[in-house]
């Protein structure tokens, strides 16, 4: 009597208890039911909304009347290869690949000295130290800068302190205290972008150093390999995917800024600010969207190089 009534529990039971048991013999309709939403959400908000975009990059822009037609052309994404255009292009992608090689070698020994030589507080002190800028508001911080890199900033000081000036007139091309200053040059526009996104650099190359085996180092040592020989032959290789990592965030980050190169640099537009102008001031939508089309390829050309380095292995 007891074990037919506990067989008819099993079998039947309330229906929430019914549709779990469903769910525990088939894990792959809980998993379904798990990433179906998300990812609808996905598609239809963030895909659509950017294909929707990426279409409008066909309609025509008229010129005369500031108003925007259905009538589809190529002449939008043929206009990006015009000589201004495609300069804003090289400009923007030249920045953000020296932004991500300087924010490379400025983040390494940081990273370096978290993972080897750092433990406990003084290892939690570096996290928040590192993080701290990240909490502060980025337009705050691109503010800051151009008052730092001003005319009788503290920049200016110490470049005229340390008898700099001659260099960077010389070398670099920037006029000395009476003409320009650091916040209308290339340069200072660079020191912004590394220090805004040295973050993002340090944390993965520090993340792909810790995973090293210590037994790699000892392994190297005990074979006579000098510290540099080690450093070249097994470190440095190991940390490529997280330098590899680090420079996905530095490299897009900076390709899609439109912020910093309207307060910071000489007059000229990046691909970022390039959009916000189109859009914002002209109100040729069609533009905008053909030059929204850039970042796109250059990202995934650049995922696509650097996915061979192992970085996404290292995010």
Known sequence: MNTLAISQNQSGGSPLRRFSNLLYRRPNLYLSMLLVPPLIWFGAIYLGSLLTLLWQGFYTFDDFTMAVTPDLTLANFAALFQPSNFDIILRTLGMAIVVSIASAIVAFPI????????????????????????????????????????????????????????????????????????????????????????????????????????????????????????????????SI?????????????????????????????????????????????????????????LIAIYLSIVKRLGAFDAL
């Open 111 to 238: 990273a370096y000295y978290m993972a080897r030589y750092t433990t406990g507080k003084t290892k939690a002190f570096f996290y928040i130290a590192v993080m701290m800028p990240m909490w502060a508001s980025y337009i705050v911080k691109a503010y800051a800068w151009t008052l730092l890199l001003a005319k009788g900033g503290v920049a200016q000081w110490f470049v005229q302190h340390l008898g700099l000036e001659p260099v960077l007139q010389f070398v670099l091309g920037i006029p000395g205290v009476g003409g320009s200053t650091l916040s209308t040059s290339h340069l200072g526009r660079f020191m912004v972008f590394v220090y805004i996104w040295l973050p993002f650099m340090i944390l993965p190359i520090q993340a792909s150093l810790e995973r090293l085996p210590p037994s790699l180092l000892q392994a190297s040592a005990d074979l006579g390999a000098k510290p540099r020989q080690t450093f070249m032959q097994v470190i440095l290789p190991l």
């Open 241 to 297: 995917p997280g330098i590899a990592a680090g420079s996905i965030f530095t490299f897009s980050l900076t390709l899609g800024d439109f912020i910093v190169p309207q307060l910071v640099g000489p007059p000229g537009y990046f691909v970022g600010s390039m959009v916000y102008a189109q859009q914002g001031a002209i109100g040729n939508m069609p533009m905008a969207a053909a030059f929204t089309l850039v970042p796109i390829v």
